[in-house]
């Protein structure tokens, strides 16, 4: 069903990449159209049939728009919220992104946003970047983190998380500060951890690198300033769960130091409960078939 | 070409079902048994296709083979090594094990076997265990790392390069020692740090997961009791590696607790620039076409 006459995504890669095959697959959008500052990858995502047109002007894009996907890094979202609104969007348009923190891009949206902008944050995504690893399917029966403000109006909230649910996301709502604390440790840290695991390890070593060493570092591979600016954004959360975890790594050094086996069997086997618990999503390793 | 007329595999796991595989599609060995403790172990591997007959006696199985493979925890290695030695091997038979430990075993195997005995350790793997995740391509490209002690002969340490590599793998040389200190930071810090992070988070985040954490922890899904013993063997080495690892995890605290953004991305470039530096091996993805 075409709920959407004109969806507008603002960068086109992995994200905003598959969101635009998501809703041309569904046909949930009659046109969408692919925005960015360059040719190259705007050009990319029309190839893949990511998008049905795409536009460097962005104002001319939101033209009549009822859906605006903001899919860039981070601290650029408050800038393409701003102008969406000076775009001429429909009356009923919704505005949304997909960034990875939300305090500080709910906290920044101007007072006259809030029928129009409600955060989002798709808990879905794969160590591959750009259109060419985009898929119809990688939001489905993935989590979706819906984040209103007190004055975000209830209609625009209904719409985001109407927005994810015919992605095929499951929806969540949650305050900004509580999304960013929660991702701090669930998404922000295991990056970090895998950023620095890489990084430590001696050059001279890599060449006898296999699956534990390639899968625990993985996401390491992730664009530098993308990380930057989340880093920057979710600061005093993302310290705390860096501390917490130099404090937890201190129990298996204390019980490895002092050949306290059934206390490392013990936190071995919470370890692997947990892992065992978590549904792998496959959609990223899948990401070429979609 | 078959090289081997009676092949050995003791404990038909992943690796061990995948020599077993590899040994028939190749058609190096004539007659590969599969030994072990638990009839339902080893009939899997059976009706996996790894071996060509199964055994619950060591000593009946070895008799005439010319290649034993132990893919046993580690510490059952040095025992079967013995038992093999009494049982009516041929002259030329090659032992060897693939245990992520060294220098345990290879200090520990007596005097007579050293013309007979090699140990061994292929980087390949997957966090899946199992003969259902077998193939025979796991060692393709791989680096197989041989571990001669000075009293192994060279016609010994040659025999178990050459089974390595008829199965494709690439050989390299160390002492049992160097080896130890290599994995321990290689292999087996990966490993805990994946278990670390996965037993440390708040089991009320685990339906946010997404790729980051699942990609991070995935490895600590692995086996408890293997990797008890693998503490166990190798706990200096293990125990430095977690230490330096905790003090350059440091060098990240400082740089974000004083938002010292340059050192942030130089921090993540060197952790993106040795991931990528390393090819993914695929081997555990594709683990069920094999």
């Known amino acids: 069903m075409t709920y959407y006459q004109r969806a507008v995504i603002v960068g086109t890669g992995l994200l905003g990449g598959s969101i635009g ?68 969007l429909t009356g009923e348009a919704l505005i949304t992104d997909v960034g990875s923190t939300k305090a500080s891009i709910c906290s920044s949206v101007p007072p006259e946003c809030h029928s129009r902008f409600c955060g989002s944050h798709p808990m879905a995504g794969s160590d591959k970047s750009g259109v060419g690893h ?32 015919r992605l095929g996301c499951n929806t969540i709502r949650m305050s900004p500060q509580d999304h960013d604390q929660a991702v701090a440790r669930i998404s922000h840290l295991p990056h970090l951890i895998a950023s620095a695991l890489a990084a430590g390890t001696q050059s001279s070593l890599l060449p006898l690198a296999s699956t534990g060493w390639s899968d625990t570092t993985r996401v390491a591979a992730g664009d530098v300033e993308l990380w930057r600016q989340i880093v920057a954004e979710n600061r005093i959360a993302i310290l705390a769960a860096l501390q917490d975890f130099s404090s937890s790594l201190q129990q298996w050094v204390q019980a490895i130091d002092g050949n306290d086996q059934e206390r490392l069997v013990q936190l071995l086997a919470l370890g692997r409960q947990q892992r065992l618990a978590v549904e792998t999503p496959e959609a990223g390793r899948k990401a070429n078939s979609g």
Chains 1, 2 share one sequence.
């Open 134 to 165: 985009a898929t119809a399917h990688l939001f489905v029966d993935r989590k979706a983190i819906i984040t209103p403000v007190a004055q975000t109006s209830t209609q625009c909230t209904l719409r985001c998380e109407q927005f994810w649910q």
């Open 21 to 88: 095959l998501a809703l041309r697959r569904l046909k949930l959008a009659a046109h969408v159209v692919g925005v960015g500052s360059r040719q190259s990858t705007l050009q990319a995502a029309l190839d893949r049939g990511a998008v049905d047109s795409i536009e460097l002007d962005y104002l001319r894009a939101c033209q009549a728009a009822d859906l605006v996907v903001i899919c860039t890094p981070v601290q650029l979202v408050v800038g393409y919220i701003r102008q969406a609104l000076a775009a001429g």
